[in-house]
DNA sequence: AAACATTGTGAGTCCGGTCTCAAGCTTAGA
DNA sequence: TCTAAGCTTGAGACCGGACTCACAATGTTT
């Protein structure tokens, strides 16, 4: 160590051309490998840059190629597993690309995705990918498509915005799932989400978020195809935290009509629910039969093991990662973006009706 | 709207300074409001500055100042809810200080932490928080220091680096929980961590990962204070994924000594743990006691509920956003960072050592 | 040997802001 | 009335790179 004060100011271009005796436009060439540059020349700025220890300033970089090598990523709740694997996809196909990844997490709250949106826009990242709250509010993704860069939705789309999204659709496995309820007995299925919305649901609804739609929807031909009415009195949105779940099951499980399964629509919701059967006493499935979206690893803890439909959440992550970076690299060209199936693993936690006569297997699906 | 090509090149202070007809030097303290402007000029710049809906370029602007009211965050695994919790605590303090957050996700490795540091710091990050992986380089974490921006390291203390750390002290509740442990009969009391080790444990190892090393040394001590020896041969390191955690708990089981207890240092570990002692068709707390580390939400579900032990995560990812901010703002002011307790949640799993004669019960600490 | 192509080089501009400097104008105290 | 201080203002340097341009020094072709 020559000198202890290796700090404040950085090393430059210009430091590194005055050490290694060329001009500044010389010593940038061969730094950047761009231009003509003679062997002795590239030799001596690249000795010079290693000995001053140079660092290119990428803000500067940034300002006068447009081009940063970084892509944002906006998710509403990073806590939840679902968006930690999707983040691993986007992450190791980016960087296979050399991209970076910055992430701001929002916390469900459409303000600060707001926010996050300018913020990444304001650090001139070459495209986003949005995982977007569920809101009528989309001004904040209209500018990043007016700015010019890329966007990418995650999970959920957004209606009047002409972006590529990254989504399985959830109606046929969802379709699927509900017919194997009914054909285990079940007519009184429940659907919990955290979906926020200003009135209870009913029959019809124009549901704002589109893997919501898409379960409801599922649901409902379910019921259709086998000849039953929707129970949508058993839909409760706006379940906020774990505590209003627990509420939100006592309350489907009593009275004179109780619901004898439930569907959550989420992993969050899915604590609250398991958690409300069990301080009621009541065991899975001979009482209730449950059923949940996400795969997460504690599913298969509980007694008996929790039945769930599994998206391949980290492909998902790495096909919205490879669109966004298409996009980047060749403006104007449409991304060929793969379809997603979610299937469901039936682990256990689905059994036939309290009370029914028929003993309930697994149907065989081809 | 006037026209439709809001595209390419946006607008500028100097755009604006020409629409109201002043310097751009003018516009600019207006704008930024700095230097003085008379109130006339002022009126007409924010009026041209709106009509033209400007924004101001950040990383121009942080180009010549140096401040980018950023922070980055550096961590292993974002899946692991114990970072997405601390996560919000930094998020939500920093937010309220006027800082951005961004986050880097590493996923464990040294290569990836290195170069996230790299970036963020090549984006001029005001600080930086990181949650080191265990690794004894740190040449990386040294060049951020070098760069005169402050660092807060959050859950690992690094050797030979004098930073701000904001971490729990695992000693004592560890030195607790495995006298409880003890007091319930126990004396083969396993340990698993996923800590990378070149060699299996031996007693009075160096550990490198601080927290592991506390938790380790709480052990020892309760065993010395009951005037047993510390079983080192049931300290397992080096548990990679779920599938060796499965084994490993499998062959701790086994044996002419198996163990009567295991300690899980993180959630990943629990999963593990549990799902080997599952299939096994032992039961907790009967046949093995359980204890981990982390109290997650899943913890509350399975029968019976999972002892853990706690720590104050998002207090502490607040106060590590405070203790860095601080800083900022106050470079060469050391700034207090508070004390933190993690405590021991007895839920139900851990249990007298099968066969012992007496009946345990949960020791009434002061 | 003249005409042309290729390579190496430095000077200087640009990106979009911040900030210094000196000049112009107003106003107040001597 | 004159000067000193105070406010407002524009010109321009600067941050640290990328890149254009003009020109010199070689090499190649006929």
Not at 277 to 304: C, E, H, K
Request: net charge negative; hydrophobic share 40%; glycine share 8%.
């Amino acid at each position: 160590m020559t000198h202890s004060s290796a700090r404040r100011r950085d090393v430059t271009v210009a430091d590194v051309a005055k050490a290694a005796l060329v001009s500044k436009a010389q010593a940038a060439r061969a730094l950047g490998g761009y231009g003509a540059v003679s062997e002795d020349v590239r030799e001596r700025v690249l000795a010079a840059a290693e000995s001053l220890s140079y660092r290119p300033n990428e803000l500067a970089r940034t300002m006068n190629t447009g081009k940063s090598h970084t892509i944002g990523v906006v998710v509403g709740d990073i806590e939840n597993p679902h968006f930690g694997l999707a983040m691993r996809g986007i992450s190791d196909r980016a960087k296979a690309s050399g991209f970076d990844v910055i992430l701001i997490n929002t916390g469900e709250d459409i303000r600060a995705e707001t926010d996050a949106v300018r913020v990444l826009l304001d650090k001139r990242v070459d495209g986003l990918i949005v995982a977007p709250v569920s809101s009528p509010e989309k001004g904040h993704l209209e500018r990043v498509c007016a700015s010019g860069r890329p966007l990418v939705l995650f999970d959920r789309k957004v209606d009047g915005l002409d972006v590529d999204v990254v989504a399985t659709d959830m109606t046929e496995v969802s379709r699927k799932s509900t017919a194997e309820l009914i054909h285990a007995g079940h007519e009184r299925i429940a659907f919990i989400s955290t979906l926020k919305s200003q009135e209870p649901f009913w029959n019809g609804m124009d549901v704002s978020s589109t893997p919501i739609a898409e379960r409801l929807k599922g649901m409902s031909l379910a019921f259709h195809d086998a000849g039953h009415s929707f129970p949508s009195d058993l839909v409760r949105l706006n379940a906020g935290n774990s505590d209003s779940v627990v509420g939100i099951t006592q309350d489907l499980l009593r009275g004179p009509a109780p619901a004898t399964a439930i569907v959550a629509s989420d992993g969050l919701v899915a604590l609250g629910v398991v958690e409300g059967i069990q301080t009621m006493g009541l065991s899975i499935p001979q009482d209730v039969s449950f059923l949940m979206y996400d795969d997460l690893a504690w599913t298969r803890l509980t007694n008996p093991p929790l039945s769930v439909i599994s998206q391949p959440v980290y492909d998902m992550g790495a096909a919205a990662a490879a669109a966004l970076i298409q996009r980047i690299q060749r403006p104007g060209v449409k991304s060929e973006i793969p379809e997603f199936t979610a299937t469901l693993i039936n682990r256990g936690s689905i059994g036939a009706v309290r009370g029914a006569a028929s003993c309930y297997s697994l149907s065989e699906s081809p």
